[in-house]
């Protein structure tokens, strides 16, 4: 399989023959997650705001979606997601940026005691959160809040530092071409979508390990 | 693998609730109630915590097993169930059993701490108030250290680099002051025991020889007076099974806990306190076992499998 390191923890690819479906092109590079209440392949189109909708689509409609990991308010988010272009639009890119740059020069001591925790009750409990932990980075604008005076500062701090560097940006010209992104590591957002028409329509399918 | 929430009584939980407790502790003088009342709170989370360190189901109150399959993660069918942890003092003496170095010295740290906190919160006195800090702190942070390590983390990110810096001072004049109090009470029973008549001393070795028999401890000299005493001491790690042709034996590795001398009367309880006499080293408990006795085999029933079968058809 042909690819390009886009950066440490993304992979640029095309994956599947004329047919195939993604999660059958997925499961040519890793282990598809199975998550409790989450589709295995979801498929995701421009859409209006919706002031009701928890999501990023709802929240922000056509406009840019922030740089972010996959369900970090989890306290076990997805590792692996890939991107999968079935519907392409040039104008519209994926956002990247390493969660290196994110974190620089933070103190580890202070890293682990900024606390965060989700913006909502999970599953009727809030679990207290870091930023980094276990091998594991989360950043989410929004649907994780800081829980102490450590985590407010850290967290402006990080909001500083996203704003001032620029995204590694890439779009999906090709139906197949896909990213495969370690969600532990690296965050990811979508520039705006211009016309309401777009046919922009991408794959989404979480990973358990990726075998290349 | 991907998971919403931790377990409400998994290490990580706990823990991250003492770093919230203890910020609280920080915010306040170590003269005031609220720094004493904070510092039980999260005390009380690190013993939680140490005994999740092991399975989450350790922290479920035994009186009712739905507790033990709530916290292996099991939602139980019994009707209305909400969750019960087991009482801090059950969960001290669990934490005693599994945080290799939780001596019974910190577990009394933790029941008096906790007594203080009870007192606070479900009286009208004040035992935390300008109380100096100087008399529980240092055995305070001690007692985190070691709880600490169980749960794999450290007293940098519990209370971070300056205050676990002088944490560890404190931890250190701890030990000094050990050392110092261990020794005065040491030389005290010297000059009461060299004061006695030869025939006084005699008569008391000859008893102590008598009782410090190996079956009630481990056999060691006294720093006082130089005769027999015994150590007692709780297991380290398991214990080394060998079986040969005459049966089962055991040996364990044991820590120091007390130490008794029945010639002088000297008595020292506590781990640290025995480091510092001199009487610290861990020592060797062997057992030795019939093969019937260890596994609690009945012969008669064994015998009576050896029968035919009963029958009482004819």
């Not at chain 1, 102490?148 to 779009?171: D, F, G, H, M, Y």
């Not at chain 2, 109150?61 to 033990?68: E, F, G, L, P, R």
């Not at chain 2, 510092?276 to 609690?296: H, P, Q």
Request: charged content about 25%; hydrophobic content about 40%; glycine content about 6%.
């Amino acid at each position: 399989m042909k690819y390009e390191l886009l950066c440490e923890g993304v992979i640029h690819t095309t994956l599947g023959e004329a047919g195939d479906t993604t999660e059958l092109a997925a499961q040519r590079v890793g282990s598809v997650a199975s998550i409790l209440g989450v589709s295995t392949v979801q498929s995701l189109v421009p859409r209006s705001k919706q002031q009701s909708s928890p999501s990023y689509s709802g929240m922000y409609g056509l406009g840019h979606f922030p740089l972010h990991t996959d369900m970090a308010h989890w306290c076990i988010p997805p590792r692996y997601l890939m991107l999968r272009c079935i519907q392409p639009d040039i104008r519209v890119k994926t956002t990247i940026l390493p969660s290196k740059v994110v974190l620089e020069d933070e103190d580890e001591i202070d890293v682990k005691r900024s606390l965060f925790r989700p913006r909502r009750r999970l599953e009727e409990r809030l679990t207290v959160m870091r930023l980094y932990e276990d091998g594991k980075f989360r950043w989410d604008p929004v649907f994780i809040e800081p829980l102490n005076a450590l985590a407010r500062e850290l967290s402006e701090r990080v909001r500083t530092r996203i704003q001032k560097t620029r995204p590694i940006e890439i779009s999906l010209d090709h139906r197949g071409e896909c990213l495969i992104i370690d969600n532990w590591a690296v965050l990811h957002g979508r520039t705006s979508v211009e016309d309401e028409s777009s046919p922009r329509r991408i794959d989404r399918i979480y990973l358990t390990e990726i075998m290349l | 693998m991907t998971q919403k929430t931790h377990h409400e009584w998994s290490k990580e939980a706990l823990f991250a609730k003492a770093q919230l407790y203890s910020e609280s502790m920080a915010e306040n003088a170590d003269t005031e109630w609220k720094f004493g009342l904070w510092s039980a709170f999260t005390l009380e989370m690190l013993v939680r915590g140490s005994v999740a360190a092991n399975s989450p189901a350790l922290v479920g109150d035994t009186q009712d097993w739905s507790n033990i399959l709530y916290g292996l993660g099991i939602q139980p069918k019994k009707a209305k169930f909400v969750p019960k942890s087991a009482s801090i003092s059950d969960l001290v003496s669990r934490a005693e059993e599994l945080v290799p170095d939780f001596s019974r010295e910190h577990a009394n740290f933790c029941v008096s701490h906790f007594a203080r906190r009870n007192s606070e919160v479900h009286s009208g006195s004040l035992p935390f108030e300008n109380v100096g800090s100087a008399t529980w702190l240092p055995m305070f942070y001690a007692v985190c250290e070691v709880l600490l390590a169980n749960i794999g983390e450290s007293l940098e990110t519990l209370l971070g680099r300056e205050t676990a810096a002088m944490a560890r001072e404190d931890i250190g004049a701890l030990r000094d002051e050990t050392a110092k109090s261990v020794k005065g009470t040491i030389s005290a029973h010297k000059i009461i025991w060299e004061q006695k008549t030869d025939e006084e001393r005699a008569a008391a070795v000859t008893q102590a020889e008598a009782a410090a028999l190996r079956q009630y401890g481990h056999r060691v000299v006294c720093p006082a007076c130089g005769s027999r005493a015994l150590v007692q001491g709780k297991a380290a790690g398991d214990a080394k099974r060998t079986v040969d042709e005459d049966g089962i034996y055991e040996r364990q590795v044991m820590k120091p806990e007390a130490f008794y001398c029945l010639a002088c009367g000297l008595k020292i309880t506590g781990y640290s306190k025995l480091l510092a006499a001199g009487l610290g080293n861990t020592y060797i408990s062997t057992s030795r076992y019939d093969a019937v006795e260890f596994f609690n085999i009945d012969i008669a029933e064994h015998y009576r499998n050896m029968m035919e079968d009963d029958n009482n058809e004819y």
